[in-house]
């Protein structure tokens, strides 16, 4: 027995259905298009923007820097010009200094060190064949008017080594004299004047005695 079936109402239907859904499809990746569309024409316009802004930044550190190069240029030089006005206004002239007080250094008397441990004062090492003769040049430099004050601080003996002499003859000690000098100095005010410490200061006789 044959059965008659027809078929073509179901296919319209699937036909239609299937239809819809490309038409969904269609529309939602147009919606997706458009939405991503905007989305990438703003962050366009954001990038421009800030890039933009950068830019100003930018410049406006660039004059930031350059005037603050020419305002530390000027500075230093201004600087450096008033330091150099300054030392030459306050260097200490040694030389005379130096030939005064070799000057008054006895026949046998030689410098070991001269060090200045201040802007006038100075620590000064002297070679003597004899000890009355430390005691000799510290009258004669407490005398001078190139000295404000004066202070023998030690008088010290030296063995001569005998690899330096003629074995055959008599080996003399040597004197190291050390003096703490206060020099006379006309850049620093009389009044407030440092000095030799009074505590270190002792009598001549106690310094030179034996």
């Given at each position: 027995?044959?059965?008659?079936?027809?078929?073509?109402?179901?296919?319209?239907?699937e036909r239609s259905t299937l239809l819809i859904?490309?038409?969904?499809?269609?529309?939602?990746?147009?919606?997706?298009?458009?939405?991503?569309?905007?989305?990438?024409?703003?962050?366009?316009?954001?990038?421009?923007?800030?890039?933009?802004?950068?830019?100003?930044?930018?410049?406006?550190?660039?004059?930031?820097?350059?005037?603050?190069?020419?305002?530390?240029?000027?500075?230093?030089?201004?600087?450096?010009?008033?330091?150099?006005?300054?030392?030459?206004?306050?260097?200490?002239?040694?030389?005379?200094?130096?030939?005064?007080?070799?000057?008054?250094?006895?026949?046998?008397?030689?410098?070991?060190?001269?060090?200045?441990?201040?802007?006038?004062?100075?620590?000064?090492?002297?070679?003597?064949?004899?000890?009355?003769?430390?005691?000799?040049?510290?009258?004669?430099?407490?005398?001078?008017?190139?000295?404000?004050?004066?202070?023998?601080?030690?008088?010290?003996?030296?063995?001569?080594?005998?690899?330096?002499?003629?074995?055959?003859?008599?080996?003399?000690?040597?004197?190291?004299?050390?003096?703490?000098?206060?020099?006379?100095?006309?850049?620093?005010?009389?009044?407030?004047?440092?000095?030799?410490?009074?505590?270190?200061?002792?009598?001549?006789?106690?310094?030179?005695?034996?």
């Amino acid at each position: 027995m044959l059965v008659d079936i027809n078929l073509l109402p179901e296919k319209e239907k699937e036909r239609s259905t299937l239809l819809i859904a490309a038409l969904a499809i269609l529309g939602a990746a147009v919606l997706l298009w458009l939405a991503l569309f905007m989305l990438s024409n703003s962050l366009a316009k954001e990038t421009a923007k800030l890039e933009q802004q950068l830019i100003v930044l930018q410049q406006s550190q660039e004059e930031i820097r350059s005037e603050l190069q020419q305002t530390d240029s000027g500075d230093e030089k201004k600087l450096l010009a008033s330091t150099v006005e300054w030392a030459e206004d306050y260097q200490f002239d040694t030389v005379p200094l130096l030939h005064e007080l070799i000057n008054l250094l006895p026949e046998r008397g030689f410098f070991q060190t001269f060090d200045f441990t201040g802007p006038n004062l100075a620590t000064v090492i002297v070679q003597f064949d004899t000890k009355p003769d430390s005691a000799y040049y510290y009258t004669r430099l407490k005398s001078s008017q190139a000295i404000s004050e004066i202070h023998l601080d030690s008088v010290k003996v030296e063995n001569v080594s005998t690899e330096e002499t003629n074995p055959a003859t008599d080996v003399l000690p040597r004197y190291m004299a050390t003096y703490l000098i206060l020099f006379t100095d006309q850049r620093i005010a009389v009044e407030g004047t440092a000095g030799v410490d009074e505590a270190q200061s002792s009598d001549e006789g106690d310094d030179t005695g034996d």
